[in-house]
């Protein structure tokens, strides 16, 4: 069992019933995530030890959210209180041709007016094996990005491994603020995670591949690969490769580089997406264990990470809600869906 820490936000979500649109809607489904705190639960379900380090409001909303961690076995204990709010976020899940949509209401939230005196950075990395960010966390303020900052710092001073989700939000900041932000923070860096779009937004990096034509070929992908782990000395840099037919059929595969060998994963058809939100962030978590559980096989972690955002796609809420077995069962080849008596 490894010890993994996560920074960010975790958010209450506020959907729309199935497929109904906002304007259609007297009432909402409530769950909690958010980038980081999804993958935290993605590890602990996995069997780790995961940590989940951010900031909420005292009040009851704020512990629902922390109550929601806890049910899937992640570890709460760093977790400042104060502040006046929560962020919430609005998502109308869409379908066929009709994409879904997503309204922030997270401005001024607990996280985002967190001080370096809310945490204890090396306490918390201490006998860390892992710690994982993402760019939504420095997108959400100057000072959740001076957090991210002495996070990562920290991390590196206790000799613990740092992968980073690049995950560009352009409803949270600019390319130009994500780059000035980004690139620094990436020399903490050992495993880059991004798309296309991501390593272009944030990076500056630009594959050559047609994502929005459906094309993903990851030969696109291998110079801009090579380019970034020679700028950033990543030990490893990985993109999901999505292709969007539809807002509910998609095909997923990944890719990632060692810095010696390209390894393509195999491809999965997803129809229909019962809910795509949190795809990314339990790839993250799926990649994580992989590489903790395969250090030496970097195609076996990442056909672990693949199948469990592949299953993913089919839970609704944020959260993965997957066992190692069943994910472990997927990437072997059972993708029968038949019933398990």
């Given at each position: 069992?490894?010890?993994?820490?996560?920074?960010?936000e975790i958010?209450?979500r506020?959907?729309?019933?199935?497929?109904?649109?906002f304007?259609?809607?007297?009432?909402f489904?409530?769950v909690?995530g958010?980038?980081?705190?999804?993958?935290?639960?993605s590890?602990?379900?996995?069997g780790h030890d995961a940590?989940?380090?951010?900031?909420?409001?005292t009040?009851?909303i704020?512990?629902c959210?922390?109550?929601?961690?806890r049910?899937y076995?992640?570890?709460?204990?760093?977790i400042?209180r104060?502040g006046?709010?929560?962020g919430?976020y609005?998502l109308?899940?869409?379908?066929?041709?009709?994409?879904s949509?997503?309204?922030y209401?997270?401005?001024?939230?607990?996280?985002?007016e967190?001080?370096p005196?809310?945490f204890d950075?090396?306490?918390i990395?201490?006998?860390?094996?892992w710690?994982?960010?993402?760019?939504?966390?420095?997108?959400?303020?100057?000072?959740?990005a001076?957090?991210?900052?002495?996070?990562?710092?920290?991390?590196k001073?206790?000799g613990?491994t740092?992968?980073c989700?690049l995950?560009f939000?352009?409803k949270?900041?600019?390319?130009?603020?994500?780059i000035s932000?980004m690139?620094p923070?990436m020399?903490?860096?050992d495993v880059c995670?991004?798309?296309?779009?991501?390593?272009?937004?944030?990076?500056?990096?630009?594959?050559d591949a047609?994502?929005?034509?459906g094309?993903?070929?990851?030969?696109?992908?291998?110079?801009i690969?090579?380019?970034?782990a020679e700028?950033?000395?990543?030990?490893?840099?990985v993109?999901?490769?999505r292709?969007?037919?539809?807002a509910t059929?998609n095909?997923?595969?990944?890719?990632?580089?060692?810095?010696?060998e390209?390894?393509?994963s195999?491809?999965?058809?997803?129809?229909p997406?019962?809910d795509r939100?949190?795809?990314?962030?339990?790839?993250?978590g799926?990649?994580?264990?992989?590489?903790l559980?395969y250090?030496?096989?970097?195609?076996?972690?990442?056909?672990?990470?693949?199948?469990?955002?592949?299953?993913?796609h089919?839970?609704?809420?944020?959260?993965?809600?997957?066992?190692?077995?069943?994910?472990e069962?997927?990437?072997?080849?059972?993708?029968?869906?038949?019933?398990?008596?």
């Amino acid at each position: 069992m490894a010890k993994i820490v996560t920074l960010g936000e975790i958010m209450l979500r506020l959907s729309t019933p199935g497929n109904t649109r906002f304007v259609q809607s007297d009432s909402f489904d409530v769950v909690y995530g958010g980038g980081e705190a999804n993958v935290a639960v993605s590890c602990a379900n996995y069997g780790h030890d995961a940590y989940f380090v951010s900031k909420v409001p005292t009040h009851e909303i704020g512990q629902c959210a922390v109550n929601a961690l806890r049910r899937y076995g992640v570890n709460t204990k760093f977790i400042a209180r104060g502040g006046d709010r929560l962020g919430i976020y609005y998502l109308e899940t869409g379908a066929s041709m009709r994409a879904s949509k997503v309204i922030y209401d997270r401005a001024n939230s607990s996280i985002a007016e967190a001080s370096p005196k809310d945490f204890d950075f090396d306490a918390i990395m201490e006998g860390a094996d892992w710690f994982h960010w993402s760019g939504i966390t420095p997108a959400i303020s100057d000072k959740a990005a001076e957090l991210t900052k002495l996070a990562c710092e920290a991390a590196k001073r206790h000799g613990v491994t740092v992968s980073c989700d690049l995950n560009f939000r352009k409803k949270l900041w600019t390319s130009e603020k994500a780059i000035s932000i980004m690139r620094p923070l990436m020399q903490y860096v050992d495993v880059c995670i991004g798309n296309e779009e991501d390593a272009e937004l944030c990076l500056g990096f630009k594959p050559d591949a047609d994502v929005t034509g459906g094309k993903t070929d990851a030969s696109g992908y291998k110079a801009i690969f090579k380019q970034m782990a020679e700028k950033f000395g990543f030990k490893y840099v990985v993109s999901t490769l999505r292709e969007s037919f539809s807002a509910t059929h998609n095909g997923w595969k990944a890719l990632i580089y060692n810095g010696k060998e390209f390894y393509e994963s195999k491809r999965y058809d997803i129809n229909p997406i019962i809910d795509r939100v949190g795809g990314g962030d339990s790839f993250s978590g799926g990649l994580i264990h992989g590489l903790l559980t395969y250090p030496t096989d970097q195609g076996k972690a990442l056909e672990f990470a693949v199948a469990a955002s592949a299953l993913k796609h089919t839970i609704n809420g944020d959260f993965n809600l997957v066992s190692t077995a069943e994910v472990e069962a997927l990437a072997g080849g059972d993708a029968s869906g038949r019933v398990q008596r």
